[in-house]
């Protein structure tokens, strides 16, 4: 009799054991795919926001020659300035460099509710224009530069 409860014991300690560690296994694979599936979302994000940037700088393009290429314009109550090949310039006033103003208009979502999803952490005004973006979720940096009448985002 007492064998027999030993061994009872003892299968009903082994499948336990066999259970746990089966859970520890798909607990853990599906951690791992998470963390991967994670990594693919900041990245993704990441590229979107370099896209909408282009596209609104695009946008602001198109709106100046409609104006009739000035050298700047209200629009939407704010004052933009142009580069004289059409790219929105990152001026506060006409003699003002702010990377913000890009951020601003060329990323708006970037002011969220919670936290910025963008902040400048570098940025040099002389014969270009060039800022440079820490992205929050990730810690990649978005390049906004203005050289030689040609606008880019890296």
């Known amino acids: 009799m007492l064998f027999r409860d030993n061994y009872l014991s003892s299968v009903r300690y082994f499948r336990f054991a066999l259970w746990l560690l089966v859970v520890s296994a798909v607990v853990a694979g599906f951690l791992s795919f998470w963390q991967n599936i994670d990594g693919r979302v900041g990245n993704t994000s990441l590229v979107i926001a370099k896209k909408l940037i282009s596209d609104r700088a695009n946008y602001y ?5 409609l104006q009739g290429q000035p ?5 939407e109550g704010k ?16 003699d003002m460099p702010d990377c ?55």
């Open 79 to 94: 004052t933009l300035y142009f580069h004289r090949s059409g790219w929105i310039l990152p001026l506060r006033s006409r």
């Open 61 to 65: 393009r198109q709106q100046w020659m």
């Open 100 to 154: 913000s103003v890009w951020l601003q208009q060329l990323y708006p979502e970037a002011f969220g509710k919670e936290q910025m999803a963008l902040e400048v952490s570098d940025s040099r005004f002389d014969e270009q224009y060039w800022c440079k973006y820490r992205w929050l979720q990730g810690g990649e940096d978005i390049h906004i530069l203005l050289t030689n009448e040609k606008f880019e985002v890296e």
């Open 71 to 75: 050298s700047s314009y209200a629009y």
